[in-house]
T-cell receptor, first 115, second 114 residues
Protein backbone atom coordinates (compact mmCIF):
# COMPACT_ATOMS: atom_id res chain seq x y z
CA UNK A 1 0.00 0.00 0.00
CA UNK A 2 1.05 3.55 -0.62
CA UNK A 3 2.56 5.49 2.24
CA UNK A 4 4.56 8.59 2.98
CA UNK A 5 7.12 9.06 5.71
CA UNK A 6 7.93 12.44 7.12
CA UNK A 7 11.23 12.50 8.97
CA UNK A 8 11.05 14.65 12.06
CA UNK A 9 7.78 15.32 13.80
CA UNK A 10 9.10 18.69 14.93
CA UNK A 11 11.53 21.02 13.18
CA UNK A 12 12.73 24.30 14.63
CA UNK A 13 14.52 26.99 12.63
CA UNK A 14 15.48 30.58 13.19
CA UNK A 15 13.78 33.35 11.26
CA UNK A 16 15.61 33.84 7.97
CA UNK A 17 17.09 30.33 8.00
CA UNK A 18 16.51 27.61 5.44
CA UNK A 19 13.47 25.44 5.94
CA UNK A 20 13.80 21.77 4.96
CA UNK A 21 10.97 19.34 5.66
CA UNK A 22 11.55 15.79 4.53
CA UNK A 23 9.10 13.45 2.85
CA UNK A 24 9.72 10.02 1.37
CA UNK A 25 7.12 7.97 -0.42
CA UNK A 26 6.77 4.28 -1.10
CA UNK A 27 5.55 3.43 -4.54
CA UNK A 28 6.53 1.24 -7.44
CA UNK A 29 5.40 3.92 -9.86
CA UNK A 30 5.70 7.69 -9.50
CA UNK A 31 2.64 8.88 -7.63
CA UNK A 32 1.06 12.27 -7.34
CA UNK A 33 2.49 14.09 -4.33
CA UNK A 34 1.25 17.05 -2.35
CA UNK A 35 2.31 19.28 0.49
CA UNK A 36 -0.38 20.79 2.70
CA UNK A 37 -0.03 23.29 5.54
CA UNK A 38 -2.29 23.41 8.57
CA UNK A 39 -2.38 26.43 10.84
CA UNK A 40 -3.78 25.97 14.36
CA UNK A 41 -7.51 25.29 14.39
CA UNK A 42 -7.76 25.58 10.62
CA UNK A 43 -8.20 23.31 7.67
CA UNK A 44 -5.49 22.17 5.31
CA UNK A 45 -4.24 24.43 2.56
CA UNK A 46 -2.41 23.17 -0.49
CA UNK A 47 1.15 24.48 -0.79
CA UNK A 48 2.15 22.66 -3.96
CA UNK A 49 1.71 19.44 -5.88
CA UNK A 50 3.69 17.16 -8.18
CA UNK A 51 1.73 15.55 -11.01
CA UNK A 52 4.50 14.14 -13.22
CA UNK A 53 5.33 17.38 -14.98
CA UNK A 54 8.35 19.40 -13.82
CA UNK A 55 10.31 17.74 -11.02
CA UNK A 56 10.92 21.08 -9.29
CA UNK A 57 7.59 22.40 -8.14
CA UNK A 58 7.03 25.93 -6.89
CA UNK A 59 4.21 26.64 -4.54
CA UNK A 60 2.71 29.43 -2.53
CA UNK A 61 4.44 31.50 0.15
CA UNK A 62 7.89 30.89 -1.34
CA UNK A 63 7.91 27.12 -0.82
CA UNK A 64 9.15 24.64 -3.37
CA UNK A 65 9.73 20.90 -3.53
CA UNK A 66 11.78 18.64 -5.75
CA UNK A 67 10.62 15.22 -6.84
CA UNK A 68 13.54 12.79 -6.86
CA UNK A 69 12.55 9.40 -8.15
CA UNK A 70 15.94 7.82 -7.37
CA UNK A 71 15.55 8.79 -3.74
CA UNK A 72 11.72 8.41 -3.62
CA UNK A 73 11.69 11.82 -1.99
CA UNK A 74 9.69 15.02 -2.20
CA UNK A 75 11.30 17.34 0.32
CA UNK A 76 9.83 20.79 0.96
CA UNK A 77 12.13 23.78 1.15
CA UNK A 78 12.01 27.51 1.65
CA UNK A 79 15.15 29.65 1.52
CA UNK A 80 14.23 31.99 4.34
CA UNK A 81 11.78 31.22 7.13
CA UNK A 82 9.25 33.76 8.33
CA UNK A 83 7.48 33.73 11.66
CA UNK A 84 4.23 33.23 9.78
CA UNK A 85 5.49 29.87 8.47
CA UNK A 86 5.03 28.30 11.90
CA UNK A 87 2.46 25.58 11.30
CA UNK A 88 2.12 21.87 10.72
CA UNK A 89 3.04 20.52 7.31
CA UNK A 90 1.70 17.33 5.80
CA UNK A 91 3.07 15.45 2.84
CA UNK A 92 0.42 13.42 1.01
CA UNK A 93 0.19 10.95 -1.84
CA UNK A 94 -2.66 9.61 -3.90
CA UNK A 95 -3.03 5.84 -4.22
CA UNK A 96 -1.57 4.45 -7.43
CA UNK A 97 -3.49 2.11 -9.63
CA UNK A 98 -6.73 3.89 -9.03
CA UNK A 99 -8.64 6.77 -10.46
CA UNK A 100 -9.67 8.33 -7.21
CA UNK A 101 -7.95 11.20 -5.54
CA UNK A 102 -8.30 10.39 -1.87
CA UNK A 103 -5.14 11.43 -0.09
CA UNK A 104 -2.84 9.40 2.14
CA UNK A 105 -1.09 11.70 4.56
CA UNK A 106 2.19 11.47 6.40
CA UNK A 107 2.28 11.98 10.15
CA UNK A 108 3.06 15.67 9.76
CA UNK A 109 5.94 17.91 10.75
CA UNK A 110 5.39 20.80 13.10
CA UNK A 111 7.56 23.76 12.12
CA UNK A 112 8.57 26.29 14.75
CA UNK A 113 10.27 29.55 13.79
CA UNK A 114 12.37 31.31 16.39
CA UNK A 115 12.86 35.08 16.25
CA UNK B 1 -13.66 33.27 -3.22
CA UNK B 2 -16.16 30.80 -1.85
CA UNK B 3 -14.72 28.09 0.33
CA UNK B 4 -15.88 24.78 1.70
CA UNK B 5 -18.34 25.26 4.54
CA UNK B 6 -18.70 22.79 7.37
CA UNK B 7 -21.24 22.84 10.11
CA UNK B 8 -21.26 22.76 12.97
CA UNK B 9 -17.73 23.88 13.77
CA UNK B 10 -17.85 22.31 17.21
CA UNK B 11 -20.00 19.50 18.53
CA UNK B 12 -20.13 17.86 21.92
CA UNK B 13 -21.92 14.53 22.32
CA UNK B 14 -22.27 11.80 24.89
CA UNK B 15 -21.24 8.20 24.30
CA UNK B 16 -23.78 6.21 22.30
CA UNK B 17 -25.40 9.34 20.89
CA UNK B 18 -25.59 10.18 17.21
CA UNK B 19 -24.10 13.11 15.32
CA UNK B 20 -24.57 14.59 11.87
CA UNK B 21 -21.86 16.65 10.22
CA UNK B 22 -22.57 18.73 7.15
CA UNK B 23 -20.36 19.83 4.31
CA UNK B 24 -21.12 22.36 1.60
CA UNK B 25 -18.59 22.16 -1.23
CA UNK B 26 -17.31 25.00 -3.34
CA UNK B 27 -19.84 25.83 -6.09
CA UNK B 28 -19.45 23.62 -9.16
CA UNK B 29 -17.38 21.08 -7.24
CA UNK B 30 -19.02 17.69 -7.66
CA UNK B 31 -16.67 15.60 -5.51
CA UNK B 32 -16.57 15.52 -1.74
CA UNK B 33 -14.09 13.76 0.54
CA UNK B 34 -14.34 13.17 4.29
CA UNK B 35 -11.29 12.82 6.53
CA UNK B 36 -10.88 12.18 10.25
CA UNK B 37 -7.96 13.68 12.15
CA UNK B 38 -7.48 12.38 15.68
CA UNK B 39 -5.54 14.41 18.26
CA UNK B 40 -1.94 14.77 17.10
CA UNK B 41 -2.62 12.47 14.16
CA UNK B 42 -2.57 12.79 10.40
CA UNK B 43 -5.88 12.99 8.55
CA UNK B 44 -7.32 9.62 7.59
CA UNK B 45 -9.54 9.24 4.55
CA UNK B 46 -13.06 8.04 5.37
CA UNK B 47 -15.20 8.18 2.25
CA UNK B 48 -15.76 10.14 -0.94
CA UNK B 49 -18.61 10.94 -3.29
CA UNK B 50 -18.77 11.94 -6.92
CA UNK B 51 -21.99 13.10 -8.51
CA UNK B 52 -24.00 11.88 -5.53
CA UNK B 53 -22.58 8.35 -5.69
CA UNK B 54 -20.03 6.88 -3.34
CA UNK B 55 -16.75 6.81 -5.23
CA UNK B 56 -14.30 5.39 -2.71
CA UNK B 57 -14.24 4.12 0.83
CA UNK B 58 -11.47 4.26 3.36
CA UNK B 59 -11.29 3.48 7.04
CA UNK B 60 -14.85 4.44 7.83
CA UNK B 61 -16.45 2.49 10.70
CA UNK B 62 -19.70 0.65 10.01
CA UNK B 63 -21.35 2.95 12.57
CA UNK B 64 -20.78 5.85 10.19
CA UNK B 65 -22.66 6.52 6.99
CA UNK B 66 -22.60 9.37 4.54
CA UNK B 67 -24.32 10.62 1.46
CA UNK B 68 -24.17 13.38 -1.09
CA UNK B 69 -27.33 15.20 -2.01
CA UNK B 70 -28.62 16.68 -5.26
CA UNK B 71 -27.15 20.09 -4.40
CA UNK B 72 -23.79 18.32 -3.84
CA UNK B 73 -23.68 18.97 -0.12
CA UNK B 74 -22.76 15.97 1.94
CA UNK B 75 -23.62 14.70 5.40
CA UNK B 76 -21.67 12.34 7.60
CA UNK B 77 -23.88 10.47 10.06
CA UNK B 78 -22.26 8.92 13.08
CA UNK B 79 -24.12 6.62 15.43
CA UNK B 80 -23.30 4.88 18.71
CA UNK B 81 -20.56 7.38 19.32
CA UNK B 82 -17.47 6.20 21.16
CA UNK B 83 -14.81 8.17 22.99
CA UNK B 84 -12.38 7.33 20.21
CA UNK B 85 -14.54 9.18 17.70
CA UNK B 86 -13.41 12.47 19.20
CA UNK B 87 -11.53 14.11 16.38
CA UNK B 88 -11.47 16.85 13.82
CA UNK B 89 -13.53 15.91 10.78
CA UNK B 90 -12.59 17.56 7.53
CA UNK B 91 -14.53 17.78 4.36
CA UNK B 92 -12.78 18.58 1.10
CA UNK B 93 -14.18 19.24 -2.34
CA UNK B 94 -12.74 19.14 -5.83
CA UNK B 95 -13.97 19.55 -9.39
CA UNK B 96 -14.03 15.89 -10.37
CA UNK B 97 -12.13 12.89 -9.09
CA UNK B 98 -8.93 13.15 -11.12
CA UNK B 99 -5.99 12.32 -8.89
CA UNK B 100 -4.23 15.52 -9.85
CA UNK B 101 -7.12 17.74 -8.80
CA UNK B 102 -6.54 19.92 -5.79
CA UNK B 103 -8.75 19.17 -2.83
CA UNK B 104 -10.01 22.26 -1.06
CA UNK B 105 -10.46 21.65 2.63
CA UNK B 106 -13.05 23.13 4.94
CA UNK B 107 -12.19 24.38 8.44
CA UNK B 108 -13.33 21.14 10.01
CA UNK B 109 -15.85 20.09 12.65
CA UNK B 110 -14.35 19.32 16.03
CA UNK B 111 -16.32 16.49 17.61
CA UNK B 112 -15.88 15.78 21.29
CA UNK B 113 -17.44 12.64 22.72
CA UNK B 114 -17.81 12.61 26.50
Amino acid sequence: AQSVTQLGSHVSVSEGALVLLRCNYSSSVPPYLFWYVQYPNQGLQLLLKYTSAATLVKGINGFEAEFKKSETSFHLTKPSAHMSDAAEYFCAVTPTGGSQGNLIFGKGTKLSVKP
Amino acid sequence: AAGVIQSPRHLIKEKRETATLKCYPIPRHDTVYWYQQGPGQDPQFLISFYEKMQSDKGSIPDRFSAQQFSDYHSELNMSSLELGDSALYFCASSPGTAVSNEQFFGPGTRLTVL
